[in-house]
């Protein structure tokens, strides 16, 4: 059987200006990544999207058309880079599921504030790279979550947690009430789970499927973004 491969952005986009001049960094674990004009487009293609790579170099292709990208690699090259880099994550496997497991087990669920301002500078800042209006416009939209996503939500604000992690919450039962420590405890409280070993460990707990798809959905309609643990 055939593996899939799924690709996705991580990282939140910021607009910097130096002396007249505007670039584009994506911020991500407290620390910032400079991009040239390629990788900035691509990197666009593939935010607050699940996708494998033949639909990223058609996303790719729409918002890079009639635009002079220096350097210019080619879309294998470039999105091979990104992925070196850390900033763009991708996930394989024998099944969608699996493909989809891989690429967001070990990735940190960092949700999008609700305050008006915040929603406001984000909808300008996805029109500055290249994100249509109607698109970025669904940041304003009233979200209609389940619960289980309710309780993603709940839990990732009060400490950074990956998608693995979120699987032992729901598995453990960690209540939206406890605190950063106590959530981390329950998470590790015993001797075989590690931090090393969680994303192997929960890929096959009762729960995973049903809570790595309400991460993905949420993802999707611009909730959450993604991070990665920097070096």
């Known amino acids: 059987m055939a593996e899939k491969t799924l690709y996705t952005a991580l990282g939140h986009f910021r607009c910097r200006h130096d002396k007249g001049r505007r670039y584009p960094v994506i911020l991500m674990d407290h620390r910032e990544f400079g991009m040239d004009p390629q990788e900035t487009t691509l990197w666009t293609a593939l935010c607050w999207r699940l996708t494998d790579r033949q639909r990223a170099e058609d996303f790719y292709e729409q918002l890079s058309n009639g635009m002079e990208l220096f350097p210019r690699r080619s879309f294998v090259d470039c999105l091979d880079r990104l992925v070196t880099r850390g900033l763009v994550a991708k ?11 891989d690429l967001l087990g070990g990735l940190y669920v960092i949700p999008i504030s609700s305050s008006l301002p915040l929603k406001v500078v984000t909808f300008l800042k996805l ?12 940041l304003f939209r009233r979200d209609r979550r389940t619960e289980p996503e309710r309780h993603i939500m709940a839990l990732s604000r009060c400490t950074p947690l990956s998608t693995a992690e979120l699987v032992r919450c729901a598995e453990c039962g960690v209540p939206v009430t406890a605190g950063s420590q106590q959530t981390l405890a329950l998470l590790y409280g015993d001797q075989e789970m590690t931090s ?4 192997s460990e929960m890929r096959t707990a009762a729960v995973c499927q049903s809570v ?8 999707l309609r611009k909730q959450i973004i993604f ?4 070096a």
């Open 91 to 101: 996930g394989s496997g024998t099944t969608d599921f699996d493909a989809l497991y």
């Open 127 to 138: 029109l500055c790279s290249g994100t249509a209006p109607g698109s970025a416009a669904a």
């Open 196 to 199: 090393d070993n969680i994303v």
């Open 212 to 219: 790595t798809a309400a991460v993905a959905n949420l993802y």
């Open 227 to 230: 991070e990665r643990a920097c």
